[in-house]
């Protein structure tokens, strides 16, 4: 009777022990069931700090490959940034840190280069007068006139919660420095090239406040309410440079 008392329980004891320590060991390992979106929401975590890269929210409809070729970003770059095994596990409101990457292999690798390799596939390119190319995924600015490239830009183009609006347009005014009530801040060299309900944006450069200091972010990358914010010295020279009517096409 005392043997098979004490099986029972050494059996019990045995059982929880190997429960517990399996319990912990898979808490350990990272095994422990965890819902795919909570892991996936913790993705950012692994993002490198100030590596000059940005936050895209995944929208409806979207795919990694999708937003690799939009934004010009490797599918690897994307996935070892944000920690991602499965390339289709994303999802609606997702926040994925979108690395800066070195030029790849054939592509030019200054700035000015790039413009040239660029000159020959855009659209303002083709265009006679004065015509300004801004890349979306590249954040970069070509300025033509007569098809011939003058000046590559970097910008900074709408975060993804306000992004700039794709598409062809025309310098519709240009005011040497515009106001905005919504953000309460002052904005040189303006050039307006939309309307957003009664708002129009524009073209220009950093920002200011009311009291005039500089309101600064890296231009190269998303940052701007949906303008297309340039640094001072570029702005000037853009904004002197321009004419009402001059062509603005904005693609991805």
Known sequence: MFKEHLLKVW??????????????????????????????????????????????????????????????????????????????????????????????????????????????????????GKAIYVSLGKQRMWVYENGQLLWTFLVSTGTPDRATKAGTFRIKSKIDEAWSNVWQLRMPNWLGIYDVGRIENGIHAMPMTKNGRPVRWRVGAPGSFGCVVLNTKDAATLYNWATIGTLVVIRY
Do not use: C, H
Request: glycine letters at 12%; proline letters at 5%.
């Open 11 to 128: 059996s019990r004891f045995g059982l929880r022990l190997v429960l517990a320590l399996g319990v912990g060991w898979a808490s350990y390992a990272g095994l422990a069931a965890v819902p795919a979106q909570a892991v996936d929401a913790q993705a950012g975590a692994f993002a490198p700090a100030g590596a000059g890269g940005f936050w895209y929210t995944v929208r409806s409809g979207d795919t990694l490959s999708g937003i690799s070729a939009r934004f010009d970003v490797s599918l690897a770059g994307i996935m070892r940034a944000n920690n991602l095994r499965n390339a289709r596990a994303i999802y609606a409101g997702q926040k994925l840190y979108l690395p800066k990457e070195p030029d790849s292999p054939g592509r030019a690798s200054t700035t000015a280069a790039a413009g040239r390799s660029a000159a020959a596939n855009t659209p303002a390119a083709k265009t006679r």
